[in-house]
């Protein structure tokens, strides 16, 4: 299974500010995926990062307010800009392996976002 | 709009009994089908996947999946309080990349000594 690391771990943001989420996978990855898990929620998608291309983002969520970074195989950066309350979450990095015809799909340990 | 259902519980089993989580999705194509578990304040760990009609097993778990009533099921056998948890199930609605789950809200299991 990949081993996927994040920082920073927590954060206590205040609102109207910006915060960069980091990505590491300890093995090259064609696609990372970034979800949110709101307080008391299941998980939500947010966008696909692609390694050399814009990441695609699922519905309700914008580029302006979620802008990602991609620069290698290996790492994916997610930035939550202008914050505010409704940001607070739990944020989680994720990648697939293939196994045939399924896979088994990781997740990060999380940053988990309070926005005051 | 593509869903996974699940009973949000808290589901309350024994020490060693059976625990039953169950499933149900909404998109009939959906191929692969996943159960985390997920402790309070952790991220979400894989215990099976599975993507063909019938059961698997793994150690304590069985995961089972029938697609003509579009249902997934995770068997916990020999329950331990260690498996108190949030058990979220999640699919992967046709048509859809790898990566892009679909999540339940997840059932909350309580396992008392």
């Known amino acids: 299974s990949a081993v996927i690391s994040q920082k920073p771990s927590r954060d206590i943001c205040q609102r109207g500010t910006s915060l960069t989420i980091q990505c590491q996978v300890d093995?090259?990855?064609?696609?990372m995926f970034w979800y949110r898990q709101q307080p008391g929620q299941s998980l939500t998608l947010i966008a696909t990062?692609?390694?050399?291309?814009?990441?695609?983002?699922e519905s309700g969520f914008v580029i302006d307010k979620f802008p990602i970074s991609r620069p290698n195989l290996t790492f994916s950066t997610l930035t939550v800009s202008n914050m505010s309350p409704e940001d607070s979450s739990i944020y989680l990095c994720?990648?697939?392996?293939?196994?045939?015809?399924?896979?088994?799909?990781?997740f990060g340990p999380g940053t988990r976002l309070t926005v005051t | 709009q593509k869903e996974v259902e699940q009973n949000s519980g808290p589901l309350s089993v024994p020490e060693g009994a059976i625990a039953s989580l169950n499933c149900t999705y909404s998109?009939?194509?959906?191929?692969?089908f996943f159960w985390y578990r997920q402790y309070s304040g952790k991220s979400p760990e894989l215990i099976m996947f599975?993507?063909?009609?019938g059961d698997k097993e793994d150690g304590r778990f069985t995961a089972q999946l029938n697609k003509a009533s579009q249902y997934v099921s995770l068997l916990i056998r020999d329950s331990q309080p260690s498996d108190s948890a949030t058990y979220l199930c999640?699919?992967?609605?046709?048509?859809?990349?790898?990566?892009?789950?679909?999540f339940g809200q997840g059932t909350i299991l309580t396992v008392h000594p």
């Open positions: 994720s990648v697939y392996s293939d196994r045939g015809p399924s896979y088994e799909q990781y």
């Open positions: 093995s090259q990855v064609t696609m």
């Open positions: 990062a692609n390694q050399g291309s814009e990441a695609t983002y």
């Open positions: 998109d009939r194509g959906s191929q692969s």
């Open positions: 599975i993507y063909s009609n």
């Open positions: 999640a699919a992967l609605p046709e048509g859809t990349s790898y990566g892009k789950l679909t």
